[in-house]
């Protein structure tokens, strides 16, 4: 069982070399740290490049390293994330991306990783119009949140169901551990629903829940299994929107752009979302760069209880879940 002390974030992305240069006098270099990049320069994907999972976990201080089971990269080698970088396609859209360097054991570059927030496609050219060198936490940090999505109901104190959108600082939700708590502030953003921030939807009635549901790809879902159907070993489960997906009753809603809602409270809480027992937001080093600053400037006075202790059940692994009837069996285990 993992270290829930020390979180692990799973992310797609490209090898440097599948993303180059396509015009120029650097024809052919690779996107690279932002001492290499110079704006105005044109890339384009290679035909057929595929994307790698990166596991990285996090430590108290924020430093990342390549966890053990990740699928690209050399597990507790050193990552840091260089940079934010804004792309431009030929249809004036842009693309925010962050630059991943892995460091071997004498701090040099030993790999360089594209994270891209949206879809990047072969054969079509990507001007660089934006190098941030201090952008790149608080990108990486929106992929790491997890999110609600507009018009999702949220179940109140008094059992009334109101959209997350209409919710303010101070009203009173229901959790499932802790009683009824107080809202100590609500963030909302709108991006583009595509690759990492394309939110997952989850059918009517396919986790036993009222309404559709639509959440980001990494938000937890919290499940009680009467019967150990998955043969996860405990019964209080928190399993990951996109580690459900079927194609069918549970899919990527892709396309367009999504407005997305963060709801945080003193602690990290089980509240109830269409019926969904789903978690709010989690302040962690990963995630702690996507608040305001303001609210940064008092955070362990507003938000002193953020810990990840287990306290509400055992993350399951994806291989538990790398089934297409997963979704099916969960929602039979935790029927009454």
Same mark, same amino acid.
Request: aromatic share 6%.
């Given at each position: 069982?993992?270290?829930?002390?020390?979180?692990?974030?799973?992310?797609?992305? *490209?090898?440097?070399?599948?993303?180059?240069?396509?015009?120029?006098?650097?024809?052919?270099?690779?996107?690279?740290?932002?001492?290499?990049?110079?704006?105005?320069?044109?890339?384009?994907?290679?035909?057929?490049?595929?994307?790698?999972?990166?596991?990285?976990?996090?430590?108290?201080?924020?430093?990342?390293?390549?966890?053990?089971?990740?699928?690209?990269?050399?597990?507790?080698?050193?990552?840091?994330?260089?940079?934010?970088?804004?792309?431009?396609?030929?249809?004036?859209?842009?693309?925010?991306?962050?630059?991943?360097?892995?460091?071997?054991?004498?701090?040099?570059?030993?790999?360089? $990783?594209?994270?891209?927030?949206?879809?990047?496609?072969?054969?079509?050219?990507?001007?660089?119009?934006?190098?941030?060198?201090?952008?790149?936490?608080?990108?990486?940090?929106?992929?790491?949140?997890?999110?609600?999505?507009?018009?999702?109901?949220?179940?109140?104190?008094?059992?009334?169901?109101?959209?997350?959108?209409?919710?303010?600082?101070?009203?009173?939700?229901?959790?499932?551990?802790?009683?009824?708590?107080?809202?100590?502030?609500?963030?909302?953003?709108?991006?583009?629903?595509?690759?990492?921030?394309?939110?997952?939807?989850?059918?009517?009635?396919?986790?036993?829940?009222?309404?559709?549901?639509?959440?980001?790809?990494?938000?937890?879902?919290?499940?009680?299994?009467?019967?150990?159907?998955?043969?996860?070993?405990?019964?209080?489960?928190?399993?990951?929107?996109?580690?459900?997906?079927?194609?069918?009753?549970?899919?990527?809603?892709?396309?367009?752009?999504?407005? $997305?809602?963060?709801?945080?409270?003193?602690?990290?809480?089980?509240? *109830?979302?269409?019926?969904?027992?789903?978690?709010?937001?989690?302040?962690?080093?990963?995630?702690?760069?996507?608040?305001?600053?303001?609210?940064?400037?008092?955070?362990?006075?507003?938000?002193?209880?953020?810990?990840?202790?287990?306290?509400?059940?055992?993350?399951?692994?994806?291989?538990?879940?790398?089934?297409?009837?997963?979704?099916?069996?969960?929602?039979?285990?935790?029927?009454?």
């Amino acid at each position: 069982m993992a270290d829930r002390a020390v979180p692990t974030q799973s992310v797609q992305v *490209y090898p440097a070399q599948s993303f180059r240069v396509c015009t120029g006098a650097i024809q052919g270099d690779a996107v690279s740290w932002h001492g290499d990049l110079e704006l105005d320069d044109l890339y384009a994907l290679e035909h057929n490049a595929l994307r790698g999972r990166l596991s990285m976990q996090a430590d108290s201080t924020g430093a990342f390293r390549v966890a053990e089971d990740t699928g690209i990269g050399q597990p507790g080698a050193t990552l840091h994330l260089d940079c934010a970088l804004t792309f431009m396609s030929p249809d004036g859209l842009t693309q925010d991306a962050v630059v991943i360097v892995e460091l071997d054991e004498h701090e040099q570059i030993a790999a360089v $990783y594209l994270l891209s927030l949206s879809e990047l496609r072969p054969k079509t050219e990507y001007a660089l119009v934006g190098i941030d060198p201090k952008g790149a936490r608080e990108l990486f940090a929106r992929v790491a949140s997890v999110y609600f999505t507009r018009g999702t109901h949220i179940t109140m104190a008094t059992g009334e169901q109101r959209r997350i959108e209409t919710l303010n600082v101070g009203d009173r939700v229901l959790t499932r551990d802790d009683g009824v708590q107080e809202i100590r502030w609500i963030g909302s953003s709108t991006t583009r629903a595509q690759g990492d921030m394309a939110p997952i939807l989850i059918e009517a009635g396919a986790l036993n829940n009222a309404n559709d549901l639509i959440v980001s790809p990494n938000h937890r879902l919290f499940v009680y299994q009467r019967e150990d159907r998955i043969g996860a070993g405990q019964a209080e489960l928190m399993v990951k929107a996109r580690h459900l997906l079927n194609g069918d009753t549970v899919r990527v809603a892709h396309g367009g752009f999504v407005d $997305y809602f963060q709801i945080l409270f003193d602690r990290h809480h089980i509240i *109830y979302a269409e019926g969904i027992a789903a978690e709010s937001m989690l302040v962690d080093p990963r995630t702690k760069p996507s608040l305001p600053s303001e609210l940064l400037e008092k955070l362990t006075e507003v938000i002193p209880g953020h810990t990840r202790s287990g306290h509400h059940g055992v993350d399951v692994q994806k291989a538990l879940l790398d089934r297409p009837d997963a979704i099916d069996i969960l929602r039979r285990a935790s029927s009454r």
